[in-house]
């Protein structure tokens, strides 16, 4: 497990992760940092991969290469003030929801080490939902060019604003870590917002030796603030006016007004993962489901990750996989009045619509190869072949007139992660 446990500790010494342990009676201030620079080709020239849904454009229809899913640069500056306090500031600089690459806060807290076991942290903070949510943004620290979108995008905010409690306590031969987080967070999309409040959750991690399991709970109160889901909501709205006349017809669009609300939708996420790497190879995998009451679907993903290593060679294999229940709204019984019966028409068309373009089912395989080079530095070469289930749109944005639901597309990824 020694590969693993020394990309880890460079990792985590970078995210600030290792400072209460390595405290000093004096105030001790350090300076770490992480990046990547990666391009990405697709074969899918009607359409946009990126690496989060906060970008505005990628590889595809708006280049043929593109550097903006995965190239991004970290910094951090880490406090140590006594053993039991500490602080860390981290900014990244990635491409944003406005095309621009100005650095933001993606942590900033203060840590209180109440006892060796047991620590608070207050200010900004990872969010603590996926098995990779505290090295998600470092690419050195996993093996893959990104976490897989299949799991990884159905929650895309990585950070949270409140506070997390973690307790951590050794049982023999194993290890029990308990992480509760409460708090809010917002984030900008290229057409809008999407924020959270009344955020909650609650993780276990156990470890075995070289293994380690995870089990994971998350609640979320999730508005969204974006031109394609205003649209809609705006038109069901004049329709329920239009309607008001006549009362059947006015309740049927007060409940689709509330089924594809897109303020106060009650999200829930349970997580599952598990790691096992004696040294020579490794496996992992992560299951998620995102259950909530809007116009998002509830969604299934999992992933699986293995490998091998010959010295500095790391060749691997990932299958990920996500599936969206989607149940497409029935037309309107006839009214009788020739306007409104059109005016319903449109409105399940949009929501259909929504829908469909809200649908990211897809499933993606993955062959790649990492070489640890030189000292905190990797290259890796990646290709990744995604099948979009028939009628969805799959995780890619910036859809064309020909983007068809159901493509096949092949990604070709070229990094270097490193960190300092």
Known sequence: ??????????????????????????????????????????????????????????????????????????????????????????????????????????????????????????????????????????GYANTMVRPAPEIYRI????????????WRR?????????Q???????????????????SWGLADTVEIGDLSLRLGYSSFNVKIDADGVNTLNAGIAAFGSAAAPIPSVAARATVLADRYRTEDMATRVLALGFSYDPGQWFVSGEAMRFDTESVLADTTGWQ??????????????????????VNEEAAFAATGSAPLDGAAAAVVGGINRTLQVLNGSQKTATVGLRWDFMR?????????RTNVDKGSYGRFTNYQPGFEPGAKVDLFSVAVDFVF
């Open 1 to 138: 497990m020694q590969p693993t446990i020394t990309r880890l500790a460079v990792a985590l010494s970078a995210c600030g992760l290792l400072s209460v342990a390595q405290a000093q009676s004096a105030p001790e201030f350090k300076f770490s940092g992480f990046g990547t620079v990666a391009a990405v080709h697709s074969s899918e020239d009607q359409a946009d991969f990126v690496g989060s849904a906060f970008q505005p454009k990628g590889a595809g229809v708006s280049d043929d290469w593109s550097f903006a899913p995965d190239t991004k640069l970290g910094g951090q500056l880490s406090a140590v003030f006594s053993p039991s306090w500490s602080a860390v500031v981290q900014l990244v600089s990635q491409q944003n929801h406005d095309n621009s690459w100005r650095p933001h806060v993606e942590w900033a807290n203060l840590k209180w080490q109440a006892t060796p076991e047991l620590a608070l942290r207050v200010g900004r903070t990872a969010l603590p939902v996926f098995q990779l949510s505290e090295t998600r943004l470092v």
């Open 155 to 166: 929650l895309p905010v990585t950070s949270n604003d409140g506070a997390d409690l973690a």
């Open 170 to 178: 050794d049982f023999g031969s194993f290890r029990n870590t308990v």
């Open 180 to 198: 509760a987080f409460a708090g809010r967070t917002k984030a900008d999309l290229p057409t809008g917002t999407i924020e959270s409040d009344r």
């Open 304 to 325: 699986l990750v293995g490998g091998w290593r010959f010295g500095t060679l790391t060749p691997y294999l990932g299958y990920a996989r996500i599936k969206a229940d």
């Open 376 to 384: 905190n530095t990797a290259l890796k070469l990646q290709w990744d």
